[in-house]
Structure formats: structure tokens, C-alpha cells
């Protein structure tokens, strides 16, 4: 399978993503999906009633991309492979997903102090009869962390938009004691599942 050119369609509104497909020099146009408004959002991230993060962050990937690939062929673009993902945080088996305030976010970082949990993301790539998904499974530990380490975190715009209310590429990267896995998957693409798959779209990638 060969594709149009040398591009991609990135579904994500995430800065991270957008860096590290850089950093790997993967060019991408973004192929926004409508997270909110008055139609509601073109894929709930809404966890289902006993719906495991594994089975989570690999469904929403999967809708995202397919909705993705969808939009490609109803607007008549170019068609290119279309790369989602999906990020989410777990301890104790409890998906930990974005903060809505301040108070939650305090009580995540509570509950990840001094603790070892998982960041699963998950990346989905569709392109006209390929579609494929793969999740990285990190384990991060944290130190243990004062009252006023976390008061002073949340204190920032940091912990608002990110699963688990933090974000290991800014100043939470002196919460985390240990890492086995992937770095680049905790912040919210793991490259080298991204390469492999976009290598199986069709994407010339060394």
C-alpha cells in the first residue's frame, strides 16, 4: 500500500503530539474532531460502566481514527493515513482522566504520591481498507510528595488538561522517581509503536 505523499492527518487537538511527530520528522496536517458544542462531540471520551483503561484508551482510539477517516472521504480529501490516539492514567485499576478543578486535581496528585501507576496510550492508525491500533503500557512511579509540592503544581495551568493532572515534559518531571517504558508514550505518543504502524500504512519512514 502505498500513500498519496508523504503526510499525514493527525486527529488531536494535543500540542505534545504535534512536537514529537516533529521531533521523529513526520509531516501532518490536523484533521480536528469537535470535542464540545451544541452537536456534542463527534467521539465520547466518556468511560463505559466497567470498562477496564486498556479497553478504554484502545476504543477511543479506534473511534477517533474511524471517524477520522471518515471525515477524509466525505469532504473528499486527500486521502492520507490518519493517526488518533488516546491517553489515560490508572492505579488500582481506576482510570484517573482529566481534572475538572483544582480539588481534583490536588486529590489525584494525592493519590499518585509515592505510588507506582500506569499510563497506557493508546494509537490508532486508519487508511482506506488498513486499520490497525496498539496501546504502550508505561509504569511511573512518583516520590512522595509534600502538600506544598502539590499545592504549587496546581497552582499552574499544568494539571488541567492532562490525564492523571500532570504532564511528565513540564515541571512534573521532578515528582517521577522511576520509569519502565516509554517516555515519549507517557506524554501521549509512543514513536515507536507510531512508526510501526504508519511503516504498515504505507508511509515511507527509514
Known amino acids: 500500500m502505498k500513500t498519496a505523499d508523504h503526510k499525514i492527518y493527525l486527529a488531536s487537538k494535543s500540542p505534545r503530539r504535534r512536537e514529537l511527530l516533529r521531533q521523529i520528522g513526520i509531516d501532518f496536517e490536523l484533521l480536528l474532531l469537535r470535542s464540545d458544542g451544541p452537536r456534542g462531540a463527534d467521539v465520547t471520551e466518556e468511560v463505559l460502566p466497567g470498562e477496564s483503561a486498556l479497553d478504554y ?22 486521502p492520507r493515513p490518519v493517526l488518533a490516539a488516546d491517553t489515560t492514567v490508572s492505579i488500582d485499576g481506576v482510570i484517573l482522566g482529566k481534572p475538572a478543578d483544582r480539588a481534583e486535581a490536588v486529590a489525584m496528585l494525592q493519590q499518585l504520591s509515592g505510588r507506582t501507576h500506569q499510563v497506557l496510550t493508546s ?84
Not at 479506534?62 to 486527500?78: G, I, M, P, S
Not at 487508511?127 to 509504569?139: H, L, P, V
Open 57 to 78: 484508551v484502545a476504543r477511543v482510539a479506534n473511534e477517533k481514527a474511524a471517524f477520522a477517516w471518515d471525515l477524509v472521504r466525505r469532504r473528499h480529501l486527500t
Open 123 to 206: 494509537i490508532a492508525v486508519h487508511y482506506k481498507d488498513f486499520a490497525e491500533q496498539r496501546t504502550q503500557i508505561s509504569q511511573v512511579r512518583f516520590g512522595v510528595l509534600s502538600p506544598a509540592s502539590i499545592a504549587a503544581y496546581c497552582a499552574t495551568p499544568e494539571p488541567y488538561d492532562k490525564a492523571g493532572a500532570y504532564g511528565i515534559q513540564g515541571s512534573a518531571a521532578l515528582f517521577v522517581e522511576h520509569i519502565e517504558g516509554s517516555h515519549s508514550g507517557i506524554m501521549g505518543l509512543p514513536l515507536y509503536e507510531t512508526a510501526q504502524l504508519l511503516r504498515q500504512a504505507g508511509l515511507p519512514l527509514p
